[in-house]
Antibody, heavy 119, light 108 residues
């Protein structure tokens, strides 16, 4: 059974860069596409982007290119970088995977990690 | 970008009631790639339905999805106490993937 675990700092200063990593265990890393989704406190879900094990990416264009998703297949990990953070980037960040060949939606999900942007 | 609009925003019902949640898309969803998720406070979303009408593994049969094109529905036939939560629809057929704003099902 595939399991995901996010890791990274819980507090980031404005204008700095946020880096998060998702570690995948228990299944076929190459059989999934891997995604980041965020949820501001008390609000809905926002899709950030996804990456395939080949390194090919898709991003949400409404987020204006501040996000970068990368993959390290040797470690079964994928990562998110967000530059020039502001208070509006405060959110719970989830990693999730979708079965690639069958083209299924996000299942499983990580437990989420709260990132607060504050000086 | 496909915009998904969920209605109602809040549904106040009692245990044992039938719940009907709607998700409307701004354009046709490719190949009925429409999913429903349940989210409880402090937890990650859980996949309920994929491909508009297929239940995910382990999901009780009181949950059912239907629809195609631009109109989709999630029905909970008889609400159990653990079903009171927020429900999101999501399309994964067109890039960027998008989520609806959510419907909160709370206890009347």
């Amino acid at each position: 059974q595939v399991q995901l675990q996010e890791s990274g700092p819980g507090l980031v200063k404005p204008s700095e860069t946020l880096s998060l990593t998702c570690t995948v265990s228990g299944g076929s890393f190459s059989g999934y596409y891997w995604s980041w989704i965020r949820q501001p406190p008390g609000k809905g879900l926002e899709y950030i982007g996804h990456i395939y094990s080949t390194g090919s990416t898709n991003y949400n264009p409404s987020l204006k290119g501040r996000f970068t998703i990368s993959v390290d297949t040797s470690k079964n990990q994928f990562s998110l970088r967000l530059s020039s953070v502001t208070a509006a980037d405060t959110a719970v960040y989830y990693c999730a995977g979708g079965r690639f060949l069958e083209w299924l939606p996000f299942d499983p999900w990580g437990q989420g990690t709260l990132v607060t942007v504050s000086s | 970008e496909i915009v998904l609009t969920q209605s109602p925003a809040t549904l106040s019902l009692s245990p044992g009631d039938r719940a009907t949640l709607s998700c409307g898309a701004s354009q046709s969803v490719t190949s009925t790639y429409l999913a429903w998720y349940q989210q409880k406070p402090g937890l990650a979303p859980r996949l309920l339905v994929y491909d508009a009408s297929s239940r995910a593994t382990g999901i009780p049969d009181r949950f059912s999805g239907s629809g195609s094109g631009t109109d989709f529905t999630l029905t909970i036939s008889r609400l159990e106490p653990e079903d009171f939560a927020v429900y999101y629809c999501q399309q994964y057929g067109n890039s960027p993937f998008t989520f609806g704003g959510g419907t909160k099902v709370d206890i009347k």
